[in-house]
């Protein structure tokens, strides 16, 4: 079993930057690959991005490419979401996820955190 926590979100203007992190415990935490979601009011959940546990692979939506990076500390056993240039359409409550396949990441990962809110005002 495999339990994350997230951190770090919050109210930021627009334009402006916030940090999200998630905390995993349970296994082996550098065996899962990591990755980011999130969902809107009304709206569907939306795959952010997803990291490979060895960090090789990483993979962005279109829609935050460029602006939203991910990066994995694994003596800390933590994952970073780092949200730059951000919009009034980037409000969301954003969820950490993992799982053993990276492949699955995008669509069905195992395990989820419980979700932060994001509030970016125009």
């Known amino acids: 079993q495999v339990r994350l926590v997230e951190s770090g979100g919050g109210l930021v203007q627009a334009g402006g930057s916030l940090r999200l992190s998630c905390a995993a415990s349970?296994?082996?935490?550098?065996?899962?690959?990591m990755g980011w979601f999130r969902q809107a009011p009304g709206k569907e959940r939306e795959f952010l991005g997803a990291m490979s546990w060895g960090g090789g692979n990483t993979d962005y939506a279109d829609s935050v490419k460029g602006r939203f990076t991910i990066s994995r500390d694994k003596f800390k056993n933590t994952v970073y979401l780092q949200m730059n240039s951000l919009k009034p359409e980037d409000t969301a409550v954003y969820y950490c996820?993992?799982?053993?396949?990276?492949?699955?990441?995008?669509?069905?990962?195992?395990?989820w955190g419980q979700g932060t809110q994001v509030t970016v005002s125009s």
């Open positions: 996820a993992a799982d053993e396949v990276y492949k699955i990441m995008a669509t069905r990962p195992r395990y």
């Open positions: 349970g296994r082996t935490f550098s065996s899962y690959a």
